[in-house]
Nanobody
Framework: QVHLVESGGGLVQPGGSLRLSCAAS????????MRWYRQPPGKERELVAA????????NYADSVKGRFTISRDNAKNTVYLNMNSLKPEDTAVYYC?????????WGQGTQVTVSS
């Protein structure tokens, strides 16, 4: 059974930083591309960042370019999202997603709140 478990969310002031982690089990992690999505209150889920299975390729939403960095450690079956210069509009539930061919798995999400 596949499990994706996010952690690292919390309350942070504007301009602050957080590091999200997503630990995967039950799948061949190094074969899956990984993505971070977020869902702000009252809005639809949106793609934030993506990384290829080997980690050599990354992509970001325009709204987070230059502030967020996605990375992965295939030896630890974990994907990370480093978030800097956080803004109130980054407030959302953040989800990790594993994707390979027709297979897609989701974590349960972690809340990030940016507020003074």
């Amino acid at each position: 059974q596949v499990h994706l478990v996010e952690s690292g969310g919390g309350l942070v002031q504007p301009g602050g930083s957080l590091r999200l982690s997503c630990a995967a089990s039950g799948l061949t992690f190094s074969s899956y591309a990984m993505r971070w999505y977020r869902q702000p209150p009252g809005k639809e889920r949106e793609l934030v960042a993506a990384i290829s299975s080997a980690g050599g390729s990354t992509n970001y939403a325009d709204s987070v370019k230059g502030r967020f960095t996605i990375s992965r450690d295939n030896a630890k079956n974990t994907v990370y999202l480093n978030m800097n210069s956080l803004k109130p509009e980054d407030t959302a539930v953040y989800y990790c997603n594993a994707i390979r061919l027709a297979y897609r798995y989701w974590g349960q999400g972690t809340q990030v709140t940016v507020s003074s």
